[in-house]
């Protein structure tokens, strides 16, 4: 796409990648995704992040169009090293031989072991908080560690009231549009979430000291522009977005559960439905994902604003099934808060599936729901009825929950 002036003298530079599914090698990216890189034409020429190696031409030809067809980096500012932003940097380096390039001292640690050759780059590590001048512009650094690497920073221009936000604030969304307002706002919100709960959820913590610390600065801002998808314009744009970050990071639950489950020969799925029944009794919204049918990052999507995530899975070699464990693992690393956990399956000698599934949720911190339902080989009343009655127990601890 050609680049787009954001601002005055300020260009998106990036691309647009329509056929991205697998975003970041674990996660789903169903509307594809972009990667935001940002060229600030002052007396420095400052470019703002790479992309991905895949869309260097795209990048170079933007970069050549914002510059009037004489292109020049005079700085590069590298706000984050994953190679989906870094993953040019060598070109461009080789290419416009830039006098500096800034990155805070955790980017300079993943520099040097992303790039083996880079001992002559002219690296400048900048402390959070410093700033650099630009010509007419200021550009401030401000570390956000941890959103979403160890390196991750922001670059605050204040005289123009515009952030570079790397990962923070984005979404995985391909389109020709550029701003946050020219897009439908329930499915901009959605996709937002959808990133959050797959990218940014484990450092929640992060999340409310970084929106602190903002706010603590009082930046004056009117445009944030995140290293993914589209930008927010305007300052009731960017105070949504800081709304709603600190929205996600607070994980307070809503009246809804999931029912994660796998199967054999569908007993385990015929006891999901039996579980669902119980918490619609209780006015409970409820998802049942199989697992065979979701992929774990839409899963998760699911289980960020959920109270409660029961699992259910046969018992398979004295264990459970492996797309269960799967789906286990990545919620684990996401380190989701708040929520009830309750676990079932069916087994047909040994019957270990129920023990390791409340191992593995209670492990995560959830306070656990019982007494979890096992069933051996097929469900008969007396198990749906187990199975509906701890449905009607989860959704009434729900509503507990939410009242208190
Ligand atoms: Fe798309 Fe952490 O980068």
């Not at 941890?146 to 936000?165: G, Q, R, T, V």
């Not at 023990?355 to 096992?374: N, R, W």
């Not at 509906?388 to 009434?396: A, R």
């Amino acid at each position: 796409m050609k680049p787009v002036e954001i601002k005055k003298d300020i260009f998106w530079v990036g691309a647009v990648d329509w056929n991205s599914r697998d975003f970041h090698g674990y996660s789903l990216s169903p509307r594809g995704t972009t990667y935001n890189a940002f060229l600030v034409k002052d007396e420095k020429i400052t470019l703002f992040d790479t992309v991905k190696s895949d869309f260097y031409d795209e990048l170079l030809c933007g970069i050549a169009q914002a510059c009037g067809g004489t292109p020049r980096i005079d700085y590069l500012v590298v706000n984050h090293l994953e190679p989906d932003h870094a993953g040019c940097l060598d070109r461009i380096v080789e290419r416009f031989h830039p006098e500096k390039i800034f990155c805070s001292p955790m980017g300079e640690k993943a520099l040097r072991s992303y790039y083996h050759h880079s001992e002559s780059w002219p690296i400048e590590v900048v402390a959070s908080g410093a700033s650099v001048s630009i010509g007419k512009r200021t550009v401030q650094f401000i570390e956000t560690r941890m959103l979403h690497w160890p390196d991750n920073m922001l670059s605050y221009i204040p005289e123009d009231k515009i952030a570079f936000s790397s990962d923070a604030f984005g979404q995985n969304w391909a389109s020709t549009e550029r701003f946050c307002d020219e897009v439908d706002r329930t499915a901009l919100q959605s996709a937002l979430a959808d990133y959050y709960a797959n990218i940014v959820l484990p450092y929640s913590p992060v999340v409310l000291k970084t929106l602190d610390a903002l706010a603590g600065m009082n930046l004056a801002l009117d445009m944030l522009c995140p290293d993914h998808g589209l930008i927010w314009r305007g300052h009731d744009e960017v105070a949504y977005a800081l709304n709603a970050y600190r929205e996600f990071a607070l994980q307070k639950p809503t009246k809804k559960a999931v029912i994660v489950y796998d199967t054999m020969w569908h007993s385990t799925e015929k006891m999901a439905r039996a579980i669902c029944d119980g918490l619609a009794d209780e006015g409970v919204s409820v998802r049942i994902m199989s697992v065979k049918h979701n992929h774990h990052s839409a899963v998760m999507r699911e289980v960020f604003d959920a109270a409660a995530v029961i699992v259910g899975s046969p018992t398979h070699n004295n264990g459970i099934l492996p797309l269960v464990a799967d789906v286990l693992t990545y919620m684990k690393g996401l380190r989701p808060q708040n929520k009830l956990g309750a676990a079932f399956g069916s087994f047909g000698w040994s019957g270990e599936c129920v023990k390791i599934l409340t191992e593995h949720l209670s492990g995560m911190g959830m306070e656990m729901v019982e007494p979890a339902v096992k069933v051996k080989n097929l469900p008969g009343h007396d198990t749906f009825q187990a199975c509906f009655d701890l449905g009607k127990k989860i959704g009434q601890a729900i509503n507990a929950k939410l009242a208190s």
